[in-house]
């Protein structure tokens, strides 16, 4: 699958479409399995979660819902401040039920670990965290992911829902830019 000049800025091929597949079909079964006869919400963190949520859940044996965050950690320049902003908030209620967050990547965790506390705090039976990648070398603090699709090197990536100035999201795999592409 080609997506033509998209695809000249890709310096190297991480993760291929048919590697990101075979993962998701285990972690849909792994899900399916754990929640199965549970109320489950899933909860998308926009905006790069949309493809993981979006393949994920097609390919979920059990009922679930779905609802979508937007959150925003801000500070100076491209430093996070630690202080995050909920820019879209959750429709559901979550009292009672079981939340599964799902994300595309986890760098840091700073970000995430204030969702998780965030929703615990709203009365779900459960909170678990899936993502298709995780940076362990960047991690800032402890979060507990209960669903890892893939480790990865702390790499700038792009594709697959990751983006680089709002570009390459619809890219179907996971790969890093050419340094010349954003002037690295």
Same mark, same amino acid.
């Given at each position: 699958m080609s997506n033509g000049s998209l695809d000249n800025d890709i310096e190297h091929? =991480? +993760?291929?479409t048919d590697q990101i597949n075979a993962r998701l079909d285990e972690i849909a079964a /792994? @899900? %399916?399995? /754990?929640?199965?006869d549970k109320d489950v919400l899933v909860?998308?963190? =926009? &905006? !790069?979660?949309?493809?993981?949520?979006?393949d994920l859940t097609r390919r979920l044996t059990i009922p679930v819902s779905m609802d979508w965050m937007a959150v %925003?950690?801000?500070?100076?320049?491209?430093k996070s401040s630690g202080v995050v902003r909920i820019l879209k908030d959750l429709d559901a209620d979550l009292h009672g039920r079981h939340v599964l967050v799902v994300e595309d990547i986890i760098d840091s965790g700073l970000t995430l670990s204030w969702l998780v506390a965030n929703l615990? %705090?709203? !009365? *779900? $039976? %459960?909170? $678990? @965290?899936a993502t298709m =990648?995780? &940076? *362990?070398?960047?991690? &800032?603090? $402890?979060?507990d992911v209960r #669903?890892?699709?893939? /480790? @990865?090197?702390? $790499?700038?990536?792009?594709?697959? !829902? +990751? /983006?680089?100035?709002e570009q390459y999201r619809n890219l179907? #795999?996971?790969?890093? =830019?050419k340094p010349e592409v954003y002037g690295g």
């Open positions: 091929v =991480l +993760l291929s /792994d @899900i %399916s399995r /754990d929640y199965a909860v998308g963190v =926009l &905006k !790069g979660a949309v493809m993981v949520v979006a %925003s950690s801000y500070g100076s320049g491209t615990r %705090s709203r !009365g *779900p $039976e %459960s909170v $678990e @965290i =990648l995780r &940076k *362990p070398d960047a991690a &800032k603090v $402890e979060v #669903y890892v699709g893939f /480790d @990865i090197p702390n $790499e700038f990536v792009v594709g697959y !829902g +990751l /983006d680089y100035a179907p #795999y996971v790969g890093t =830019l």
